[in-house]
């Protein structure tokens, strides 16, 4: 089993970039899909994007599409959000989640969770 930890989060200007990423412990890392989320104050927790264990197939929801770009590096354990041109409704906890078999955009299916990143965006 995995155990996860983002970083990277933290107050930037309407516009500016951000790269999240999640360091994963375990040697079993390239077994897993990785999902990013995010919680916004008062509201749910919901899909950013997602990576399959080998890279090769993406997700995005439709509102980060063309704003965001997941990547994972399986030899440093650590899989990535690049964010840019970020907005303040971009504004949220950031999570990433892990499971084994394929990625998907259902948050339910994600068994193991990070403790999340902050991320703030001011206009």
């Known amino acids: 089993q995995v155990q996860l930890v983002e970083s990277g989060g933290g107050l930037v200007q309407a516009g500016g970039s951000l790269r999240l990423s999640c360091a994963a412990s375990?040697?079993?890392?390239?077994?897993?899909?990785m999902g990013w989320f995010r919680q916004a104050p008062g509201k749910e927790r919901e899909f950013v994007a997602s990576i399959s264990s080998g890279g090769g197939t993406t997700y995005y929801a439709d509102s980060v599409k063309g704003q965001c770009t997941i990547s994972r590096d399986n030899a440093k354990n650590t899989v990535y959000l690049q964010m840019n041109s970020l907005k303040p409704e971009d504004t949220a906890v950031y999570y990433c989640?892990?499971?084994?078999?394929?990625?998907?955009?259902?948050?339910?299916?994600?068994?193991?969770w990070g403790q999340g990143t902050q991320v703030t965006v001011s206009s």
């Open positions: 375990g040697r079993t890392f390239s077994n897993y899909a």
């Open positions: 989640a892990a499971r084994p078999f394929g990625a998907t955009t259902n948050l339910g299916t994600y068994a193991i």
